[in-house]
Nanobody
């Protein structure tokens, strides 16, 4: 079983940046596709960004495209989400997830992922 732990969340002002990390405990992520999802109060969980194994495919939600960057380090068993130009609407609990993805796997769907972290809170407020 893959165990995922997110870190890097916090309270920031609009326009600030944060970098989230998601690290697997005792497992290599080289064979997994990775994704970031978020859930804001009163809203459904939504896809944020995804990256396939070997970074052969990278995907972003329209709401974060151009502001967020997903990357991975297989040697560190870590996936990152660099978040720039943060907006109040970005406030949410952010979750990372892992999937044994193949090219036909839709990376934007939560059902495609087998393992989930516990989440880290990101709050964007003046």
């Amino acid at each position: 079983q893959v165990q995922l732990v997110e870190s890097g969340g916090g309270l920031v002002q609009p326009g600030d940046s944060l970098k989230l990390s998601c690290t697997a405990s005792g497992h290599t992520l080289s064979g997994y596709g990775m994704g970031w999802f978020r859930q804001a109060p009163g809203k459904e969980r939504e896809f944020v960004a995804g990256i396939r194994r070997n970074s052969v495919g990278i995907y972003y939600a329209d709401s974060v495209k151009g502001r967020f960057t997903i990357s991975r380090s297989n040697t560190k068993n870590t996936v990152y989400l660099q978040m720039n130009s943060l907006k109040p609407d970005d406030t949410a609990v952010y979750y990372c997830a892992a999937t044994r993805a193949i090219m036909s796997t839709p990376m934007t769907r939560g059902a495609s992922y087998n393992y989930w972290g516990q989440g880290t809170q990101v709050t964007v407020s003046s």
